[in-house]
C-alpha cells in the first residue's frame, strides 16, 4: 500500500463550522490531490498540489481552499461548512502515470 | 470538457461467468490513459487497470481485460471467471495531464454484485 494516511477518517460537524482534514504521505511524492465522492457522480476533483506551496483548483472547488506547507502534508480547509459538503473525501497522490488513494474521510455536517 | 460516462449503474452476475462493464469518454485529447478502478465496500481505490492511447493493443491483467476501441471513444472492461472478491463499485476514469499533475475524470459508477 502507498503511505497515505488521512485524518480524521470520520467527522460529524455543525453547519457553518471550519472544518480541516489532513492527507499525509510517507513517498515524497510532488503531486497530491484532494477528491469528493458523491452517490452517481463518482470522484470529482477538488484542488491539487504541484510542489510545496503550489496549487491550483479543479472541478469542484468552491467552498474549499488548501494549502502544503511540507512535501508530506496537503491540507484541506471548509471555511464554513454546509449540508451540501456532506461527502466522501479522498485524498491521493501521483508520480508517474498511476494515482494512489487514501483510506477516504466520512464529513457529515449537519 | 472531459467527460466519462458508464451507462450501467448496477450489474449483477453469478460467480465464474463472465462480465462487460461499460464506458465511453469524450476529449478532443490525442494522447491520454484510461483507467478502471474498483471500489469493495471498504472504500479503498484500488487501481484495476491501465490503458495507454498511443497503444493499439488492449491491456490485460489477470482475468480482467479492456475492449479499448479509441475511434468509438469507449473503453470496457472484461471480468473472465468472476470471483465473488470482485463485488464492488468500478469506475472508469480518464485523465488529464495538467502542468505535470495527473486529474482524474470519473465516470458515474457501476456496481457490480457477484451472486454465489
Known amino acids: 500500500d502507498a503511505g497515505i494516511t488521512q485524518s480524521p477518517r470520520h467527522k460529524v460537524t455543525e453547519t457553518g463550522t471550519p472544518v480541516t482534514l489532513r492527507c499525509h504521505q510517507t513517498e515524497n511524492h510532488r503531486y497530491m490531490y484532494w477528491y469528493r465522492q458523491d452517490p452517481g457522480h463518482g470522484l470529482r476533483l477538488i484542488h491539487y498540489?504541484?510542489?510545496?506551496?503550489?496549487?491550483d483548483k479543479g472541478e469542484v472547488s468552491d467552498g474549499y481552499s488548501v494549502s502544503r506547507s511540507k512535501t508530506e502534508d496537503f491540507l484541506l480547509t471548509l471555511e464554513s461548512a454546509t449540508s451540501s459538503q456532506t461527502s466522501v473525501y479522498f485524498c491521493a497522490i501521483s508520480e508517474v502515470a498511476e494515482q494512489y488513494f487514501g483510506p477516504g474521510t466520512r464529513l457529515t455536517v449537519t | 470538457a472531459q467527460t466519462v460516462t458508464q451507462s450501467q449503474p448496477e450489474m449483477s452476475v453469478q460467480e465464474a461467468e463472465t462480465v462487460t462493464l461499460s464506458c465511453t469518454y469524450d476529449t478532443s485529447e490525442s494522447n491520454y490513459y484510461l483507467f478502471w478502478y474498483k471500489q469493495p465496500p471498504s472504500r479503498q481505490m484500488i487501481l484495476v487497470i491501465r490503458q495507454e492511447a498511443y497503444k493499439q493493443q488492449n491491456a490485460t491483467e489477470n482475468r480482467f481485460s479492456v475492449n479499448f476501441q479509441k475511434a468509438a471513444k469507449s473503453f470496457s472492461l472484461k471480468i473472465s471467471d468472476s470471483q465473488l472478491g470482485d463485488t464492488a463499485m468500478y469506475f472508469c476514469a480518464f485523465e488529464v495531464i495538467i502542468q505535470g499533475a495527473q486529474k482524474l475524470v470519473f465516470g458515474q459508477g457501476t456496481r457490480l454484485t457477484i451472486n454465489p
Open positions: 498540489s504541484y510542489g510545496v506551496k503550489d496549487t
